[in-house]
């Protein structure tokens, strides 16, 4: 089964929302309502997911949509890489901690890991400790965007900017102060975000 691009997983959990809320599908024009986009563009995405498999329309009749709840869904297997800091930097944990397994449809990378938030840096972007956070693995990034960083043999989850002459690691709660460096390794890009009510 193919992935789901990003618009499409949008669509997808509004289909799923909708119907677990009033019981039938959205219309088309409802659809397109929501996004913001005009029929035929929803009608395309609809399309899209339909010849991937993630949903079924029964007559193309308005409301006929069904979400598939195949289980030949693919998981993937993505590994726990320990903890990272929300807040100082907290030396790196590189060994493997177990896994996770999460639907691929839900991702539209590879080479993913996942790393366990520790601290309240990073609250008013919803981010808290416990979470376990899913990152893309890659070295570069653009401003604004959450990484996981390594500042001098330390890791640390915050938002990245490029100044003129130095990296301003940003928090996400007042109370912390920015992290400058001139030189920083960048590990990943978070891409999903997991929480235990328990």
Known sequence: ????????????????NFIE?????PSIREVAGHFS???MGARDHLRALEKKGFIQSGNNTSRSFVINR???VEVLDIPILGHVAAGLPLMAQENL???VKLPS???????LFALYVEGDSMINAGIFEGDLAVFHQQEQAENGQIVVAMVEEAVTL???????????????????SPIYASDIRILGRLVHLMRNYD
Do not use: H, V, W
């Open 97 to 99: 901690n177990g896994s």
């Open 21 to 25: 809320r009033e019981g039938y599908s």
């Open 1 to 16: 089964m193919k992935q789901m691009t990003s618009r499409q997983k949008e669509i997808y959990d509004f289909l799923e």
């Open 70 to 72: 195949s289980k030949d």
């Open 105 to 111: 449809p839900l991702f539209t990378q590879t080479n």
């Open 158 to 176: 915050k938002r990245f900017y490029r100044e003129k002459s130095r990296i301003r690691l940003q928090a996400e709660n007042p109370e912390y």
């Open 37 to 39: 986009i005009s029929a």
